[in-house]
Nanobody, 113 residues
Framework: QVQLVESGGGLVEPGGSLRLSCAASGFTFSMYPMTWYRQAPGKEREMVAEISPAGGSPTYADSVKGRYFISRDNAENEVYLQMNDLKPEDTAVYYC??????WGQGTQVTVSS
């Protein structure tokens, strides 16, 4: 069955960086676009970044453009989210998803001094 497992979240000070990973299994990873979402307390889940099956054509939410970078390793069945210059408003649970149909359990990112 499809499984997505995120890791790499944590507590970081404003201006810091984190790299999230999502390990995928149970499907042919290289055939699907992959997406990172986030959900802050009291807010709706929002798309953060998406990457095509071959790893090109990344798209980003306006709020993270120039700070976040999505990548993938099809040989390792993993997708990554490099997050730089983090801000308190980036605090959320981050999820990876396959086509908004399958979801991981999420990883908490907290940006605070």
């Amino acid at each position: 069955q499809v499984q997505l497992v995120e890791s790499g979240g944590g507590l970081v000070e404003p201006g810091g960086s984190l790299r999230l990973s999502c390990a995928a299994s149970g499907f042919t990873f290289s055939m699907y676009p992959m997406t990172w979402y986030r959900q802050a307390p009291g807010k709706e889940r929002e798309m953060v970044a998406e990457i095509s099956p071959a790893g090109g054509s990344p798209t980003y939410a306006d709020s993270v453009k120039g700070r976040y970078f999505i990548s993938r390793d099809n040989a390792e069945n993993e997708v990554y989210l490099q997050m730089n210059d983090l801000k308190p408003e980036d605090t959320a649970v981050y999820y990876c998803s396959r086509e908004a149909e399958y979801w991981g359990q999420g990883t908490q990112v907290t940006v605070s001094s």
